[in-house]
């Protein structure tokens, strides 16, 4: 059963889909989202169903199924529950995420936030986060604090983002330090958590950390690119959100940095209309900004790729491989 | 060292202060929250201590101590930890519900909501519950379990809470549902997780926990009392906020059960002027529902009493009766 969860590639014969080497495992976790939100309020349940139900790529479970799958583990029932955890701290931030960007949609749907109002999204955010480390804090200490450690350093990434909002003086030493709190840092625990629980080695555990780290990074950007070259349809929202919200992103960064006067105008807030936007968004595909930041994305698939080329080949690590291709050329 | 923290009753000489029992305990308690809300991002650190050191009566960390104390306990370290864990997930739920409510105030001073915006305040609480997880998280299964229990209930009774604002219908068993859900869950489970830590048999955990419940519901009525009866130099907020945000406090939902029209009126939000607020809150005050509220107070006081009759008598089971009697007297 793939319980709703799309594949990664649909149109590929040659690259097959590397959902497909943990498949069973991705229908536990599907399983233990379902019975981690259910709750007496009929009403909590259904805001989180919202979007646990509503797709996801489910990236951050299945890095971290892959990652035990690789270090040859076989204790499925604590993967899966440290699998679900990540996704469900994942889906926290978004329903808290779109309260802050006043976000109109998400996964192609009206938002929870435009759905339910501003009391149940936010109730339900801190419900997914209790759940999460619900799962989470039956492990060891180490997993307890490297799972506290990812979740704060999402907060702090959210706090150092936001004293960054339409400010264009954020550099890209600053830009990659948000990027790595904001997002990474769960790819990175969810890779390293994988690794610990199958039993790998230190030294493994911390390249499959550092996997995580620069694969999330790489994802990110390719996040960001999306935002400016994409359809409504493949993001699921409208495109230029990050422009519009005033979100250094790194194509925004980089449009700047090229002297790109109406990106920094429409970053900064000035003429914030829908022509504006669009004449914005246009300035930056014209400048090579799109091809910078792949460029940036490409080099965190390397570092990625690297890590793993530093661990015994097997099946799983071939996926991998292919994980990272997938994602730095994606366009969904 | 006080660290801050005021005595529960200063007036009295007979009654002494039930803290007194657990001075070096709570000092720990509090250079523990210090400690926990230290972050990369200043920002972060100063919106959590612009609440954790702006007072507050630690109250749930007071009932984790005494009740470990109680039951003999001597591995101080684990219950400052879990003491420290039940404030901050208290607080995190502040910083939520001064985002749900608007709230201008909070212990005397303008709401980190209200100096710091929707944004970093919302981060800001779910920066506390990470904290407060990532200490409870490495106690045993059982611990992990009570602790997310009483989490999720404080999620289900504020949307339980949401779906009766301004609802005159709402009865006084779904009130005390409300208020188990919201309030008591967190005594309960200090309470519990206090004597369990101590190493006290089941049979008295469970005593402790009932305690602990009826004490939260019997706090929380005299929360209710004081949002009519109280002044804003002892509430550290206006009077009347619960009639004002149509939120259904017991001496509300007794007024309107006594046919009280006008504070029928204000609680569904017609004429919300300051005016009207004031008559409805006089006619509360002239109807006798005060003094009912008083009396389901005492009840559940003596409730909370005959739990602890029922264990071996010893000082710090006369502090903790002492704090029955502070709490459902209190004008604090």
Redesign the interface.
């Known amino acids: 059963m793939r319980s709703g969860v799309p594949p990664l590639r649909k149109e590929s014969a040659v690259i097959a889909d590397p959902l497909e080497l943990v498949r069973e495992e991705m229908a536990l976790v599907e399983s233990r989202l379902t019975c981690a939100v259910a709750?007496?309020?009929k009403?909590?349940t259904e805001i989180c169903l919202h979007l646990v139900a509503g797709g996801g790529k489910r990236l951050r479970p299945l890095v971290a199924l892959m990652a035990f799958k690789m270090m040859g583990g076989t204790r499925t029932e604590a993967i899966v529950d440290m699998a679900a955890a990540l996704e469900l701290i994942h889906t926290?931030t978004l329903l808290?995420d779109d309260?802050?960007d006043d976000g109109e949609q998400r996964r192609g749907k009206p938002s929870a936030y435009k759905c339910y109002g501003?009391?149940?999204t936010?109730?339900?955010?801190?419900?997914l986060?209790?759940?999460a480390?619900?799962f989470?804090?039956?492990f060891d200490?180490r997993v307890?604090?490297w799972?506290?450690d990812a979740?704060?350093s999402?907060?702090?990434g959210?706090?150092?983002q936001?004293?960054y909002v339409r400010n264009p003086k954020v550099t890209l030493k600053e830009y990659i330090e948000i990027v790595e709190r904001k997002t990474a840092c769960l790819f990175h625990a969810g890779a390293k958590i994988g690794a610990y629980l199958a039993g790998a080695p230190d030294e493994r555990v911390r390249i499959l950390g550092d996997f995580g780290l620069n694969l999330g990074i790489c994802f990110q950007i390719m996040d960001d690119i999306l935002d400016v070259v994409g359809t409504e349809e493949i993001l699921g929202k409208p495109v230029g959100m990050d422009l519009k919200d005033g979100n250094p992103s790194l194509p925004i960064i980089l449009a700047i940095k090229m002297g790109k006067r109406k990106v920094r105008s429409a970053f900064e807030g000035n003429g914030g209309s829908i022509p504006d936007l669009a004449t914005a968004l246009e300035e930056i595909k014209k400048s090579g900004a799109i091809a910078r930041a792949h460029g940036y994305s490409r080099r965190y698939a390397l570092n990625a790729e690297a890590c793993l080329r530093r661990l015994p080949f097997s099946e799983h690590r071939e996926g991998m491989e292919r994980l990272v291709d997938l994602l730095v050329d994606r366009t969904f």
């Open positions: 709750s007496r309020e009403l909590l926290a808290h309260i802050i501003l009391t149940d936010l109730v339900a955010g801190d419900f986060f209790i759940k480390f619900e989470a804090g039956k200490e307890v604090q799972t506290s979740c704060t999402l907060t702090e959210e706090i150092l936001s004293s």
